[in-house]
């Protein structure tokens, strides 16, 4: 028997989804994403909610992108013990952008632990936190970048990148051979390595400590090409989880932020400079002038936002799904952001499937995104809606695309400044007949499955 309970909690603005799924002798847990901006909230939720129904371990942890928002709740899962970790890679001089974007349009003083994150996200997860693997995932087989060696910033207009057309369909092994299925529920890791030239050329740009982690095999660098797989034994099948992510090209117009970083810490290596931020914390008020010179284009992460799906392939048996839409609702649901109900009753598994979009704007190169998940797109049942429910990250061709996602699930805080989620994309979802479901500070989303 298996029973599966998948959740985005209340953490208002920002997202945290997680999931179980248990068989006869084995369960497997996984987060995606961990953060809000009301970070006490979200830290006191995990201590009191979460942290006890994990039993000390996750399977896997996913970090869509490393804006704050979404992973603040990092440092509250220090006592658990992760096996895999997976999160999107970046360059050294973006993710000191990152820390200059945080001090710019916060205002608030970035925290000792973020610091240390951004100036190393293998060396926190593995030294500050409990996890035991980290893959880092960059744009596919095809992705690639030019850069400058000795400093780590690009060379203007020397850029690679995969179109549309070398992107090949996600395909999942049709049958997985007895061997396999009974060698008892492990997750295993087939995402397709970077390729050794391309590895050798950012491990130059990287610390020490990295490239001796990739060497021993502790860290990956991999491209979004393959999948993880969780083997369930007792019921001949598999659960999923695929990956995709963009390349983005947001290099031009740098010069001047670099200069500016130069001028100030006398050093324009990224790296350098990160560590003089780690050693010195209060100096990241520097970085304050030096951001306002970048274009808003290169402020925006959001597009290496890493794309999750995940599933079933069931060889057998009867299984089903319901949808709870807060601990206190009755059936049917009132699953209403701008009107909707859906019934709670469970109904046959025929689409399982989710996809989770981080901060992703589904219209750039969405044609990207739907030619890599192809036909999976029709297994889903249930769609995160991106970047908080904001318009311009909304495209409503997906609708089309996921024609059998019944439920679409928005984490945006009550009151929040920007307006989340927008009326527009509501309505968008209402209208083709499905539901639209916003998440926030009082309103959980539980989506649950099972096979007899």
């Known amino acids: 028997m298996l029973d599966a309970k998948f959740q985005m909690h209340p953490n208002g603005q920002g997202l945290f989804y997680s999931g179980i799924v248990d068989s006869m002798w084995d369960s ?28 000390g371990r996750l399977k896997l942890l996913v970090l869509s992108h490393l804006h704050n928002d979404h992973v603040n709740g990092l440092p509250a899962l220090k006592s658990v013990l992760i096996d895999n970790v997976v999160l999107p890679y970046l360059f050294p001089y973006e993710r000191l952008i990152l820390a200059s974007r945080y001090v710019s349009t916060t205002r608030r003083k970035i925290a000792d632990w973020y610091l240390r994150f951004l100036a190393s996200p293998e060396k926190f997860l593995l030294d500050e936190m409990t996890v035991q693997n980290v893959s880092f995932i960059g744009g596919g087989t095809g992705w690639r970048e030019r850069m400058s060696a000795d400093e780590g910033w690009p060379s203007t ?7 549309e057309e070398s992107i090949q369909p996600l395909e999942f092994p049709e049958h997985f051979g007895e061997d396999n299925l009974n060698e008892g529920n492990l997750l295993s890791v087939n995402l397709k390595p970077l390729s050794e030239a391309t590895k050798e050329h950012l491990l130059q740009l990287e610390s020490e400590w990295l490239k001796s982690l990739v060497s021993n095999g502790k860290v990956m660098l991999s491209s979004y090409d393959g999948y993880i797989a969780w083997n369930m034994k007792m019921l001949k099948g598999k659960w999923l989880f695929a990956f995709f992510n963009h390349f983005v090209p947001q290099r031009q117009g740098l010069d001047a932020f670099r200069l500016c970083v130069q001028r100030k810490f006398r050093t324009a290596s990224p790296m350098q400079i990160m560590q003089q931020l780690v050693n010195n914390p209060p100096s990241i008020s520097k970085l304050r002038d030096c951001y306002k010179s970048l274009s808003n284009s290169l402020k925006n992460f959001n597009n290496s936002s890493l794309i999750m799906y995940h599933g079933p392939i069931m060889y057998h048996g009867d299984c089903r799904v319901a949808v709870k839409c807060g601990p206190w609702c009755g059936c049917p649901c009132d699953c209403r952001w701008y009107g909707c109900h859906h019934d709670c009753r469970y109904s046959r598994m025929l689409y399982a499937s989710h996809l989770l979009t981080g901060d992703v704007d589904l219209n750039f190169r969405y044609g990207n995104i739907k030619r890599y998940f192809g036909n999976k797109l029709q297994d889903l049942y249930f769609v995160q809606i991106p970047h908080h429910g904001a318009a311009r990250n909304w495209n409503v061709n997906i609708l ?9 699930g928005v984490s945006a805080g009550i009151r929040n400044k920007y307006r989340h989620p927008n009326t527009t994309v509501g309505t968008d979802i209402r209208v083709a007949g499905r539901c639209p479901y916003w998440v926030n500070e009082g309103r959980p989303l539980l989506l649950y499955g099972y096979c007899p």
């Open 400 to 408: 089309q695309d996921a024609p059998n996602a019944r439920i679409w």
């Open 28 to 55: 497997m847990r996984f987060v995606y994403d961990i953060g809000s901006e009301s970070k006490r909230a979200l830290t006191s939720y995990v201590e009191s909610y979460f942290l006890p129904s994990l039993n």
């Open 157 to 163: 207009g020397d850029i690679g990148e995969r179109g």
